[in-house]
């Protein structure tokens, strides 16, 4: 259920993008929700391989440069769902830039608005041992 929701706050986080920054455009809902989910597989496997192999980059600008590798995943999204007809584009790299930074904040405010927190499952108290 947190899965769904996360693709869903990030879809919704696409379609604010698309409204405030000019070169992301977008069609229906639905196909919104496709790309949420191509962006959150190119995260999970592209992604984290440029941000591993960009450590040093990242290290030196305190985690700013993931920025431009987040940017750098809604650029492709864009361009690999439009190949693959979902009407969904990103116009260049600035586009993506910002419109990553608008998306992760809007599905970041609305999960953490949304999704409850995983309670600490209390631990049993420590067991005494009796000596007879």
């Known amino acids: 259920m947190r ?9 919704i986080g696409l379609l604010v993008a698309s409204v405030v920054v000019p070169g992301i455009h977008h069609g229906a809902f639905v196909d919104l929700l496709a790309v949420a989910v191509i962006l ?3 995260n999970a496997t592209l ?9 040093v980059p990242m290290v030196c600008s305190f985690g700013c440069f993931s920025l431009v590798i987040n940017g750098l995943m809604l650029w492709l999204t864009g361009t690999l769902s ?8 990103v116009s260049g790299f600035w ?23 995983e309670r600490e499952r209390p631990q049993a108290p420590p067991r005494i041992k009796v000596i007879n």
Do not use: Y
């Open 82 to 89: 439009t190949r693959l007809g979902l009407s969904f584009s």
């Open 3 to 11: 899965t769904l929701l996360r693709f869903l706050f990030s879809a």
């Open 47 to 55: 992604g984290a391989l440029l941000k591993f192999v960009a450590l």
């Open 95 to 117: 586009a993506g830039f910002f419109g990553a930074l608008v998306t992760s904040l809007v599905a970041a405010l609305l999960g953490g608005l949304f999704i409850p927190k």
């Open 40 to 42: 959150g597989l190119l």
